[in-house]
Each structure stands twice: as C-alpha cells, then as structure tokens.
C-alpha cells in the first residue's frame, strides 16, 4: 500500500477528532462516562501523549521516556488548548515523517522491552490507536445529547 494513503487517512481520523472537540464546550471537557473512566480532556491528552511516546521516545529517544512524553489534562483548560495540543504534537509528526516517509517506514525499531519492530508498524499502531480513542470521544459526545461526526 502507497505510504501517503495511510498517512493522508490520519489526515482524516484528526479531522474527524477536531470536529468532535469543535461541539463540546470547555465545561464539558470532565465529562466521564462513570466515575472512574477517562475525561473527554484526559482521552483527548492520551491521544496526544501516545503521538509523542511512540515516535519522540520509542523512535527518535529525544524525550527519556513515557513520563516526559506526558501532557497533565490539568494544563489543557479549554477545547483550543486541547486542539493546540493536538495540532502542535501533529506537527511535529508531520516534521519527522513527511520529507521522506517510504524511507522512514521501513527502519528498524528496537522496543524498550526487546522486540524488533519496524516504523511502519508503529505508525499504524499510532493511527489505530487514536481511533480508537476517538470512537471513545464520540461515544462520550452521544451520552451528552450531541451527535457525533459520521465515519
Ligand atoms: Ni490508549
């Protein structure tokens, strides 16, 4: 498969997850299932903290570990900060992978635990990852009366 179809379909994917965010209100941003359960906010930091874990420590090692990789959900107060927050660690993403991703894909990764696995596998896991958490963030906006963006 053609790399930029993937790529392009995260397009996509944060598009969806941007348009979500766009229909709640700061103050629905606690918002939790049940007690217990992830924020709207804390989903939406994980989202972003798994793009910096996975690729600025696992890949590249410029941050030491998953607890630098970490955004606090207590530092991202309104809907603009958390879409900053999205499209800032995207950004960086994009810096890293776009120039030459074919190539990129195709090295070699050694997992912190041991295991050899490829770029291409984490960039899919990645993407896997944030629609997963997205159907998360959709769900969340149908228990508050809103409709979600269709797939
Ligand atoms: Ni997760």
Redesign the pocket.
């Known amino acids: 498969m053609d790399a930029m179809v993937v790529w392009k379909h995260w397009t996509q994917v944060r598009e969806g997850l941007n348009t979500a965010l766009d229909l709640l209100a700061d103050d629905q941003l606690d918002f939790t299932p049940r007690a217990g359960l992830w924020s709207l906010r804390e989903t939406v930091c994980?989202i972003a903290t798994?793009e910096k874990g996975w690729f600025r420590y696992i890949i590249t090692h410029e941050v030491s570990g998953w607890a630098e990789a970490e955004y606090p959900p207590a530092s991202y107060p309104s809907v603009a900060a958390l879409k900053a927050l999205l499209a800032e660690e995207h950004a960086r993403s994009v810096a890293y992978f776009l120039p030459d991703l074919e190539e990129k894909l195709a090295q070699p990764v050694l997992l912190p635990w041991g295991k050899e696995t490829s770029v291409a596998w984490i960039l899919l896991h990645v993407l896997e990852?944030e629609i997963?958490?997205r159907g998360e963030v959709y769900l969340m906006l149908g228990m508050l009366g809103i409709e979600a963006p269709d797939v």
Do not use: G
């Open positions: 994980h798994v990852h997963h958490h």
